[in-house]
């Protein structure tokens, strides 16, 4: 049977029932969902085009979860420079379920968005096949979008702090 995710915005996600909550550190994660990962820890060094300033880096801190439990799925776990579980980024292979919403990979992802309209209104195109939740403080893309093929969903990203996805 699939894996469901339950997203619940400002609080974390669950796989089935093991609860992640947004801010729990690194090594707990590990130890709740007891399954093999992968370290994706990186630092794209942007001081070149900088000056010399590091403070333009990015820092990429994040577990890499791929066939969890035995089955076909793909999935990072983001973490902050403190190690606290900061976004969630799901690629294929899970059941998402928002509220009474139960989403899956196998959908297009207009189908994907005119659920997600069910439980949030405030609904911003990004570009063809990508939409950012505000309130719901996700995004998700189709296949498309994010440089492949076809229109079902291909990604979908979460985290309790989308200030980064907002227009200034």
């Known amino acids: 049977m699939i894996i469901t995710l339950t997203y619940q915005p400002d609080k974390g996600v669950s796989f089935d029932e093991t609860i992640l909550l947004s801010g729990t550190d690194r090594r707990q994660i590990r130890t709740l969902l007891n399954d093999k990962f992968k370290i994706g820890d ?12 590091t403070s333009q880096n990015i820092v990429q801190r994040r577990d890499i979860y791929k066939n969890y439990k035995g089955q076909n799925n793909f999935f990072f776990l983001n973490f902050d420079t403190n190690e606290r579980l900061k976004e969630v980024e799901l690629h294929y292979g899970l059941r998402i379920k928002i ?20 439980v949030s209104n405030e609904k911003k195109q990004l570009s063809e096949g990508e939409y950012f939740y505000k309130n719901l403080k996700l995004t998700i893309a189709s296949s498309k979008a994010v440089g492949g093929d076809g229109n079902k969903l291909s990604y979908f990203y979460c985290s309790k702090d989308v200030t980064h996805l907002m227009e200034e």
């Open 99 to 118: 509220k009474d919403v139960n989403i899956l990979f196998s959908m297009n992802i207009e189908k994907v968005a005119q659920l997600l309209d069910i």
């Open 42 to 53: 990186n630092v794209v060094d942007l001081s070149k085009y900088n000056n010399g300033d």
